[in-house]
């Protein structure tokens, strides 16, 4: 089973039909004055409906919630080459 990791997060999500689970990073004005970031798990419909969003103070932790709420979903590396041109992976 693919999974999402601390080597892969920024380029890799989960995939069910219409919905897709991926992990960012963001900040607050606590984290930041503790010089620190947060971490989503973020659910979308589609590109601009969020139907969930969760938040975690470490990357691991969200990498493993993200694994086990969303791990039997379709695994997606958005670095490897789709069909269509050859020096565009947009697709």
């Given at each position: 089973m693919q999974s999402i990791n601390l080597e892969n997060w920024t380029?890799?999500?989960f995939e069910n039909?219409?919905?897709r689970s991926?992990?960012?990073m963001?900040?607050?004005l606590d984290s930041l004055s503790n010089d620190g970031?947060?971490?989503y798990v973020t659910v979308m419909n589609g590109e601009e409906i969020e139907v969930m969003q969760k938040t975690f103070t470490?990357?691991?932790e969200a990498c493993l919630y993200a694994n086990e709420h969303y791990g039997d979903w379709s695994w997606m590396d958005?670095?490897?080459?789709k069909e269509g041109c050859s020096t565009c992976i947009a697709h």
């Open positions: 380029y890799t999500r039909g219409p919905y991926f992990i960012s963001g900040a607050d970031f947060l971490y470490t990357l691991t958005l670095t490897a080459k």
